[in-house]
Structure formats: structure tokens, C-alpha cells
């Protein structure tokens, strides 16, 4: 399983992005997808998940209202849309997959990850 992300770049506050993530490989096992960033000299952070078997979406707090997560089964590719972004959303934002979704967004439940896209508000 491949993931490769793209649709990063620079915004100003305010503005809006959509990341795109297409997954290539073997899907069938792959019932969760997710988005998470990494600040520069800080920890992973969860931003969204979808349970592609129930539907079932979430989100980190921080995100909640501006952020959605979506994907187009047909062309095996997961979407973060990005609204009213901040300054402090700027990171690299990773696509992951995984089995499970679990009930947070963990990174340790999440087994395959794309190389990342940068995002930049300033």
C-alpha cells in the first residue's frame, strides 16, 4: 500500500486548502483513513479519521467546524478540505491508513503513511 499526498502549499489566515491523498495498493483491508499533521519540532497531531466501513467521521477539537474529511471510493482517494485556516495549522500534513479507527486519532492504529504535504499559513 502506497499513499501519496498532495495539495499543500502557502495560505494566508483566513484562506482555504484541500489536501488530496490517493491510496495505491490493496484497499480492501484498509477501513480506516486519516489525516494528521506534524508542527516543525513537535509530536504528531490527529486532525480527522473516517471509518470507511460505518461512515463515522472525527475530528480533533481544533479543527472542529473547519476542517472535513472526505474520499471517493472510485478513485481510491481520501480529501481534507481545509476552511478559516490559522497560523498555527501550518505543519506537514500526513495521510495514514489503517484497519481501524479506533476511538481517537492515534497514530499507533494506523499502519501505512503517505511522505507528506506542507502546509503553510502566514
Known amino acids: 500500500v502506497q499513499l501519496v499526498e498532495s495539495g499543500g502549499g502557502s495560505v494566508q489566515p483566513g484562506g482555504s486548502l484541500t489536501l488530496s491523498c490517493v491510496v495505491n495498493?490493496?484497499?480492501?483491508?484498509?477501513?480506516?483513513m486519516g489525516w494528521f499533521r506534524q508542527p516543525t519540532g513537535k509530536d504528531y497531531e490527529g486532525v480527522a479519521s473516517?471509518?470507511?466501513?460505518?461512515?463515522?467521521?472525527n475530528y480533533a477539537d481544533f479543527v472542529k467546524g473547519r476542517f472535513t474529511i472526505s474520499r471517493d471510493s472510485a478513485k481510491k482517494t481520501l480529501y481534507l478540505r481545509m476552511n478559516a485556516l490559522k497560523p498555527e495549522d501550518t505543519a506537514m500534513y500526513y495521510c495514514?491508513?489503517?484497519?481501524?479507527?479506533?476511538?481517537?486519532?492515534?497514530?499507533?492504529?494506523?499502519?501505512?503513511w503517505g511522505q507528506g504535504t506542507q502546509v503553510t499559513v502566514s
Open positions: 495514514a491508513a489503517g484497519s481501524w479507527c479506533g476511538a481517537g486519532l492515534s497514530p499507533s492504529l494506523f499502519a501505512y
Open positions: 473516517l471509518d470507511s466501513f460505518h461512515g463515522a467521521t
Open positions: 495498493g490493496t484497499t480492501t483491508s484498509l477501513n480506516c
